[in-house]
């Protein structure tokens, strides 16, 4: 029903910056709203930010102020933009997709952030 198609990710310097990016196709007038999602090795997957239909953000605290979720509707494209990376950022990251009753999921993208 929802496809979703991530690119970046990598491995990258503590302090350094990058943007990843989701584009979803199929029946994009379903969706309510995207966001990212990330889990660490040992931890539980967690949202990291999400954006609604409205346009309404939310993060999580730990991101507040060093990443931007924004989009472009034209593309139906939701990006990620982290700054100031830090090492506890290292995590597989998901971009997700919801309607009024299921989430879609990415394939997830593999972020390290290590010296």
Do not use: H
Not at 18 to 40: D, E, F, K, P
Not at 64 to 84: E, H, P, Y
Request: hydrophobic share 30%; charged share 15%.
């Amino acid at each position: 029903q929802i496809q979703l198609v991530e690119s970046g990710g990598g491995l990258f310097q503590p302090g350094g910056s990058l943007r990843l990016s989701c584009t979803a196709s199929g029946s994009i007038s379903s969706i309510n709203g995207m966001g990212w999602y990330r889990q660490a090795p040992g931890k539980e997957r967690e949202l990291v930010a999400a954006i609604l239909k409205s346009g309404r953000t939310e993060y999580e605290d730990s991101v507040k102020g060093r990443f931007t979720i924004s989009r472009d509707n034209a593309q139906n494209t939701v990006f990620l933009q982290m700054n100031s990376l830090k090492p506890e950022d290292t995590a597989v990251y998901y971009c997700n997709a919801w309607d009024v009753n299921y989430g879609y999921w990415g394939q997830g993208t593999q972020v390290t952030v290590s010296s």
